[in-house]
């Protein structure tokens, strides 16, 4: 069983629409979230990053974590042609800050 | 301020062949880590190294290696390719002064080395 589970999609949604982006993991020792966008034959950019549990909300990505339910999540208000990319989590110990550990990515398109 | 750049950006080897990857982190950063992504494991870590030391090593057999130069420009090889190492290599930099016991410093990715093995 891999660390991190990520469900790969592909997902489709209409411009506007809400999205919801989820990882669950097994290690409890992850106190660093974050989620990486990665459009096509490029390199990963940072979203959002997240210290343990709690809500972070920059424009129009949130990103919550659960930490008792190991459960991480990524939302998209108002959803854009421009979204439709992959979307990583990554995580990573207190120990071992610099050794991201990733999901496998979910495809979004947003159709408009 | 420039990105992280890495060099090839495709590449193309036969099975038994060796392979140096490069990679030129953002300026001033020290941190270099260097990732494998595949469409079946997504993306796994290889290794990490900060002023020319390995602070941190992922799952891959030996034939993966890296060094890291004082400029903190860092080198990935590959020896004895197989089939299954084709792969998008990416590298990624950062400040990453603390590797423990502190905030997890972003990392910036560059666009990444697409190595297919034949």
């Known amino acids: 069983q891999k660390e991190v589970e990520q469900d790969p999609g592909p997902l489709s949604v209409p411009e506007g629409a809400i999205v919801s982006l989820n990882c669950t993991y097994s290690n409890s020792a992850f106190q660093y979230f974050m989620w990486y966008r990665q459009y096509s034959r490029k390199g990963p950019e940072l979203l959002m990053y997240?210290?343990?549990?709690g809500n972070k909300e920059d424009g129009r990505f949130t990103a919550q974590v659960d930490k008792s339910s190991k459960y991480i999540s990524l939302f998209i208000r108002d959803s854009q042609p421009s979204d439709s990319a992959t979307y990583l989590c990554?995580?990573?110990?207190?120990?071992?800050?610099?050794?991201?550990?990733f999901g496998t990515g979910t495809r979004l398109q947003v159709f408009p | 301020k420039a990105g992280v750049t890495q060099t090839p950006r495709y590449l193309i080897k036969t099975r038994g062949q060796q392979v140096t990857l490069s990679c030129s982190p953002i300026s001033g950063h020290r941190s270099v880590s260097w990732y494998q992504q595949t469409p079946g494991q997504g993306l796994q870590f290889l290794f990490e190294?900060?002023?020319?030391?390995?602070?941190n090593k992922g799952n891959f057999p030996g034939r993966f290696s890296g060094r890291q130069f004082s400029n903190s420009r860092s080198e990935m090889n590959v020896s004895t390719l197989e089939l299954g190492d084709s792969a998008l290599y990416l590298c990624?930099?950062?400040?990453?002064?603390?590797?423990?016991?502190?905030?997890?410093?972003?990392?910036?990715f560059g666009p990444g080395t697409r190595l297919t093995v034949l």
């Open positions: 990624a930099s950062s400040w990453m002064a603390i590797k423990r016991g502190g905030p997890a410093d972003t990392q910036y």
């Open positions: 997240t210290y343990s549990s």
């Open positions: 190294y900060f002023s020319e030391t390995q602070r």
């Open positions: 990554a995580m990573s110990s207190f120990m071992d800050t610099d050794k991201l550990i």
